[in-house]
C-alpha cells in the first residue's frame, strides 16, 4: 500500500466525520491552514511524516505499545491485549485515541496503519527511539521514592518561606507594571530597561526567576502581554486587596490550570513521592517521543511549583500534595497554616521612614502605598514618606487630615514631629503645579501643544524648562507662570510627577482630580479566529459544489490522486443498462471529463465517461 492510497482512505473517512468532530481532530493534530483546500489536502497533510510524528510526541506508552501492536500485524483488540499485556479497557481506550486522531482506521473489525506511519515507526530506532517491540515489552524504570514524615516537614518548612516570598515578588510585579508597562521588542522579550525595572520591582534573583514570575502572573490572569507591552489586567487590583492565602491559591491554581495534560495525571499521582530525576526518567519512558518538549517543559514546571513552595527538594509539600489530590481549597487550608500572622500597624521614624513588624495585611499595605514610597518588602517591610508620596495622596482627593488619621490609625509610634512638618508644608505646597489639556490653536503661543502646566511661581516654571529629566517633554514656556507641551497632559502630569514634583492634574473647569495610570487592559471579549473552524468551512464549502447524489467531482479527486500515486481503485461504472460493474483500474490520465486506465484483470487498457463513474474506492489490498 502506497501513502497516497492511505491518503485516499483516509480523506473518505474525513469526509464523513461530522464539523465538531473534525474539529477537536485538527485541534488534536494542528496542521498548516495554507494549501487545504478539501479533505483531500487535508488527508495529505495528516499523513505528512512531520504531523505524524508530531502526533506521537505526545503518545503515552500504552497508546504507543498499542500502535505498534498494529504495525506489527496484530487486526484485533484481543490481539493486542494479548500482544501488550494490557488490560482490554486500556487497549479499548487507547484504540479510541488512536482512531480519534486518525492514527488508526477500522475497516470490517480489521485495524490498519497507514504505510506511512508503518514505515515512521519502524523508522525510530536510527532516531534513538524505541522499536515496536521495545514499545511493547520495555518495563517501566523503578517505582518513585515515597516521601517520609521526617522530609514532608523539612519541605514545608521551606515551602511556606518560598510561598510567601512568591506572592510578594508577583505583588511587587503586578504593582511595577500597573505603574508603567514593559514594552515588547519586535524580536520578541521584553525591552531591556522595562526589563531590569521588572528585575529590581520582583527582587528576581536572575532572568529565569523573572520568567517564571511572569508565566505565573499571567496564569492568574493579573497581566499579559496587549498592544505590545506587558499589562495589568482589571483582576490584578482585587487580587493585591485580597489576604495573602487567597493571592497565593491563585497563583497556583493558575500553574496547575497550565501545567500540560501530560504531566498533570502524572504529578497528581505522585503528590507523596519524590520527583527529582526519577520524575523526568518516568516520564521519559512513559512519552518515549516527548523529545525537547517534555523534559524542557517538566523542568519549567517544577521550577514554578519550587518557586510556589508546591515542591521543594524533590518533594511535594503538604500544600503541593493537597493541591495535587483534593484541589485548591485543601491547598489553601495547608498553606495557610504556614503563613505568618499578618499585622496591622507599624512603626514611623523620625526619618520618615516606616517599619512593619510583620507582612502587613493587604488592605492595610495598600492604604500605606497611596501616601508613601516602598523601600523593601516582605516579612518586614519598610517604606519612607515623603513630600511626592504625600502630594500623590492627596491628588487622589485625600486631604492632609485624611493622611494624618490613617498613619495615626496605624502607628504604633504616634506621628514625629518631623512628618508633622511634611505633611504641613507638603499641604501648603499642594496644587502650586497644575497640568492641564489646551487646544492647540494654530496661530497662537499654543500651537502644536496639547497640555500646559502652571505655576505661581515664576523660578518654578523655569525650573521645569531646563530640568533635563523633562527634556523629552520639549516643554515651552508661553509666559511667567506656564509652559506647554505637545504630549497630552496625562503624559505630563505623570513626567513632572515622577520627576518628583508636587503637580496635580486639573480638569477644564480648573477643579483637581485624581488620574490614574491608565495600564489595565481587559482581554479581548472575542477568542481569536480558530484555524480549524476555518478549514472545516473551507472543506464544506467545497462539498457543496458536489452533491451527494452525483459526487462528480469527489470521484475526479479521488482518480486524480490515484493517477498521481499510481494506484489501484476500484472503480464502480454504471452501464447502458443501468447495471453497476466494478473494475479494478489503474488510472493513468483524467481529461475532457474521460478516465483512460489499465484494467489490471482484463490486461486491456479502457476509456470510461467521468459521468458513469458511480463510486471511486481504494483497491481492496490497498485500505489503510
Not at 69 to 85: F, K, Q
Not at 235 to 249: D, F, H, L, M, Q
Not at 318 to 340: H, K, N, R, S, V
Not at 534 to 556: F, H, T, Y
Request: no cysteine; proline share 6%.
Amino acid at each position: 500500500m502506497s501513502g497516497s492510497s492511505s491518503a485516499l482512505a483516509l480523506a473518505a473517512r474525513l469526509r464523513a466525520l461530522p464539523d465538531d468532530v473534525l474539529v477537536e481532530l485538527l485541534h488534536a493534530r494542528p496542521v498548516r491552514e495554507a494549501g487545504i483546500r478539501d479533505v483531500f489536502d487535508l488527508a495529505e497533510a495528516l499523513l505528512d511524516p512531520a504531523s505524524l510524528q508530531a502526533a506521537l510526541t505526545h503518545l503515552d506508552r500504552t497508546a504507543l505499545a498499542v500502535l505498534a501492536s498494529v504495525v506489527l500485524g496484530e487486526a484485533n483488540a484481543d490481539a493486542i491485549a494479548v500482544r501488550t499485556r494490557r488490560g482490554r479497557e486500556d487497549v479499548a481506550a487507547a484504540l479510541e485515541k488512536l482512531t480519534a486522531l486518525a492514527l488508526l482506521s477500522d475497516d470490517d473489525g480489521r485495524l490498519l496503519a497507514s504505510d506511512r506511519l508503518t514505515e515512521l515507526l519502524l523508522a525510530w530506532p536510527a532516531q534513538n527511539l524505541p522499536s515496536p517491540e521495545q514499545l511493547i515489552d520495555a518495563r517501566p524504570p523503578a517505582a518513585l521514592e515515597p516521601v517520609h514524615g521526617d522530609d514532608r516537614a523539612a519541605a514545608d518548612r521551606a515551602a511556606g518561606e518560598r510561598a510567601f516570598a512568591a506572592v510578594t515578588a508577583v505583588g511587587e510585579l503586578v504593582t511595577a507594571l500597573e505603574r508603567e508597562p514593559a514594552r515588547m521588542l519586535q524580536r520578541g522579550g521584553v525591552a531591556l530597561p522595562d526589563w531590569r525595572r521588572l528585575l529590581a520591582a520582583s527582587g528576581a534573583r536572575d532572568d529565569v526567576e523573572l520568567v517564571t514570575l511572569l508565566e505565573l502572573a499571567e496564569g492568574a490572569s493579573l497581566a499579559s502581554t496587549v498592544d505590545g507591552a506587558w499589562r495589568v489586567s482589571p483582576a490584578a487590583e482585587a487580587w493585591a486587596g485580597s489576604p495573602r492565602v487567597e493571592r497565593w491559591t491563585t497563583l497556583a491554581s493558575g500553574w496547575l490550570a497550565r501545567v500540560p495534560v501530560e504531566l498533570q495525571e502524572q504529578l497528581r499521582a505522585r503528590a507523596g513521592a519524590r520527583w527529582g530525576d526519577g520524575l523526568l526518567d518516568y516520564l521519559e519512558w512513559l512519552y518515549p517521543a516527548g523529545g525537547d518538549w517534555l523534559p524542557e517543559r517538566t523542568r519549567a514546571v517544577v521550577r514554578s511549583a519550587e518557586l510556589l513552595g508546591i515542591v521543594g527538594g524533590s518533594v511535594p509539600s503538604t500544600a503541593g500534595a493537597a493541591l495535587l489530590a483534593e484541589g485548591a481549597d485543601a491547598a489553601a487550608e495547608a498553606i495557610g497554616a504556614l503563613f505568618p500572622p499578618d499585622v496591622r500597624q507599624v512603626y514611623i521614624q523620625h526619618d520618615l521612614s516606616v517599619i512593619a513588624p510583620g507582612p502587613l495585611a493587604a488592605d492595610v499595605d495598600r492604604r500605606l502605598r497611596e501616601t508613601a514610597e516602598v523601600e523593601s518588602v516582605g516579612l518586614a517591610s519598610s517604606y519612607r514618606i515623603t513630600s511626592a508620596s504625600v502630594t500623590r495622596a492627596l491628588t487622589t482627593g485625600l486631604t492632609v487630615d485624611d493622611v494624618r488619621a490613617l498613619l495615626a490609625e496605624i502607628s504604633l509610634t504616634g506621628i514625629p514631629q518631623p512628618l508633622d512638618y511634611l505633611l504641613t508644608e507638603t499641604a501648603a505646597r499642594f496644587g502650586s503645579l497644575r497640568v492641564g489639556a489646551v487646544d492647540p490653536t494654530p496661530g497662537t503661543a499654543d500651537a502644536n501643544a496639547h497640555s500646559s502646566v502652571r505655576a505661581d511661581d515664576p523660578a518654578l516654571v523655569g525650573q521645569l524648562v531646563i530640568d533635563q529629566t523633562l527634556a523629552p517633554l520639549g516643554l515651552r514656556r508661553t509666559g511667567d507662570h506656564r509652559a506647554v507641551s505637545r504630549f497630552d497632559a496625562e503624559t505630563l502630569y505623570w513626567a513632572l510627577v515622577d520627576a518628583r514634583y508636587p503637580a496635580v492634574y486639573e480638569d477644564a473647569e480648573g477643579v483637581i482630580r485624581a488620574v490614574r495610570r491608565a495600564t489595565a487592559r481587559t482581554l479581548p471579549s472575542e477568542p481569536p479566529p480558530d484555524p480549524a473552524l476555518r478549514i472545516v468551512a473551507r472543506i464544506r464549502d467545497a462539498a457543496a459544489d458536489q452533491p451527494e447524489e452525483s459526487g462528480a467531482a469527489w470521484n475526479a479527486r479521488q482518480l486524480e490522486l490515484a493517477i498521481r500515486g499510481k494506484l489501484q481503485v476500484t472503480v464502480v461504472v454504471r452501464m447502458p443498462d443501468g447495471t453497476e460493474v466494478p473494475y479494478l483500474l489503474e488510472p493513468a490520465a483524467l481529461a475532457g471529463g474521460r478516465l483512460r486506465a489499465r484494467d489490471r484483470r482484463a490486461d486491456i487498457e479502457r476509456t470510461l465517461p467521468l459521468s458513469h463513474i458511480v463510486e471511486v474506492q481504494p483497491a481492496p489490498s490497498s485500505v489503510g
